[in-house]
């Protein structure tokens, strides 16, 4: 069973094959066939696609994990399942191959690939697509702006996958979007090429900072003539 509902649910790794039987039990607890019609697809073998795509699960968007290469018999189980209409994958080719979406295009779906050339890039794709939608794209269909509040948007590392985590459920609640840094100390290309970050909210430990200067000695008295 599911447990009811607003109670903490454990839903362990308890017989179900670690993060592989995870996530099916989460996704057959609170969603039913049909609806809704849009499932994310991220790797489950690197976290930041999946960090990042966080704040949009968080609104009522099943999240998928796949190895990367061939959907496999727990993913394949799930989209035969539920039946959705469109999926979105997030991470470019080396995380999530080709096959993977021209299999999901076999049969049938409409999909959307959101990625970049490194983690930071991917993750502003993803937040493009949350606040502005893809150029082009037709009011209310699964490619257009998914309602993400624009103007500010949560900013924490990509290199590690707690703070993200953590961040994810508060950005989703605020209607905002998570975008990744390269580095502690460097932003990386994809926080400069989102288009809607004018505020950022940082998530995790600051930098270690520099110690101050010392402070400069007065100078000494010129002593009279």
């Not at 790794?13 to 019609?37: D, E, S």
């Not at 049969?107 to 082009?136: E, Q, S």
Request: proline content about 11%; glycine content about 16%; charged content about 10%.
């Amino acid at each position: 069973g599911c447990g009811p509902r607003g109670r903490f649910r454990d839903w362990g790794w308890r017989g179900c094959g670690g993060r592989a039987g995870t996530h099916p039990n989460v996704n057959g607890c609170l969603f039913r066939p049909g609806r809704p019609p849009t499932w994310l697809l991220a790797s489950g073998k690197n976290c930041p696609d999946a960090l990042a795509l966080g704040p949009v699960a968080y609104q009522g968007f099943p999240l998928i994990l796949t190895g990367g290469t061939t959907l496999g018999a727990s993913e394949t189980a799930q989209l035969t399942k539920f039946g959705p209409t469109n999926v979105i994958i997030a991470g470019g080719t080396l995380v999530i191959s080709p096959a993977i979406e021209a299999s999901l295009k076999a049969k049938g779906y409409k999909v959307l690939r959101l990625a970049g050339a490194d983690r930071t890039l991917t993750a502003a794709a993803i937040a493009t697509w949350a606040t502005v939608g893809i150029a082009g794209a037709t009011a209310g269909s699964f490619d257009a702006a998914q309602g993400a509040v624009s103007g500010t948007t949560y900013i924490s590392t990509g290199n590690n996958f707690a703070d993200a985590l953590a961040a994810g459920p508060v950005a989703g609640l605020n209607g905002r979007m998570i975008v990744l840094s390269d580095t502690p100390t460097a932003l990386g290309a994809g926080i400069a090429s989102h288009p809607r970050t004018k505020h950022g909210w940082s998530a995790g430990p600051a930098p270690p900072q520099r110690p101050p200067l010392p402070a400069l000695r007065p100078p000494a008295p010129i002593p009279p003539a």
